[in-house]
């Protein structure tokens, strides 16, 4: 009897996962990639220009005839199959001349292209507990230090405006994990350092409440480390 009541539990807890969405910053992952190793890629280099995201999308490769970023398909994209393959349908592969992509650059790149290509990626947020916490309280990031990925437990105790946000240590963005309502409930996020350099950082929960014409906010920081 206590096996299945165990087993009860578990099945509940999976059926009670809300996925919402979390955000990861395009420019501090993607973006590096082609301003340090495709900086030859400009206007002038057959369409092709990767200096920012807007050029990025609107570029077309005049080899290949179509946009070089096709959303939700890297096989059929132009800018995966050059940097990816090393004989590409048309032409040389980029960068022409090398070095070359890493691997887990091309990877990187190849699932943002998969994830529709969005200037905010987004990535998972699970509701991890169906009951109402009662506080609020953002927990130490696990495994930490960590390459490249971790995980964040956060509890908001009633229905706020949250964000989640990491910063280097002078106060820069790094990445925008949470930002949205959210019910009370307590939620993991995972994140996903790949193309981020090694080092401290810091995150910060803030969960605000505009109602009744105040405001109230819960704001808690903690420190994680990058590890590569």
């Avoid at 910053?25 to 590096?32: I, R």
């Avoid at 509701?127 to 490249?148: K, V």
């Amino acid at each position: 009897m206590k096996k299945i009541i165990t087993l009860c539990c578990v099945v509940s807890l999976f059926a009670a996962l809300t996925t919402v969405h979390a955000q990861v910053n395009y420019g501090t992952q993607v973006q590096p990639i082609f301003d340090a190793q495709c900086g030859c890629h400009s206007p002038s280099f057959s369409g092709w220009d990767v200096r920012s995201y807007a050029t990025v999308m609107a570029s077309i490769g005049n080899q290949y005839g179509t946009k070089i970023v096709l959303p939700g398909n890297s096989a059929g994209s132009p800018l995966y199959n050059k940097i990816f393959s090393s004989a590409p349908l048309r032409g040389e592969r980029m960068p022409q001349g090398g070095p070359f992509l890493t691997a887990a650059q091309i990877t990187l790149i190849k699932n943002w292209i998969d994830e529709g290509a969005k200037e905010k990626v987004t990535a998972a947020v699970a509701r991890i507990s169906p009951g109402i916490p009662g506080i609020f309280s953002l927990s130490q990031n696990y495994p930490n230090p960590f390459n490249p990925t971790t995980q964040i437990t956060f509890s908001i105790a009633d229905s706020r405006m949250v964000t989640l946000t990491v910063f280097d240590i002078l106060g820069h963005e790094v990445a925008a994990l949470v930002n949205g309502r959210m019910d009370a409930g307590t939620y993991t996020a995972q994140w996903n350092a790949a193309g981020i350099a090694s080092g401290m950082y810091l995150y910060r929960l803030r969960a605000a409440d505009l109602s009744n014409g105040h405001r109230s906010e819960f704001t808690e920081v903690k420190r994680l480390v990058v590890q590569k």
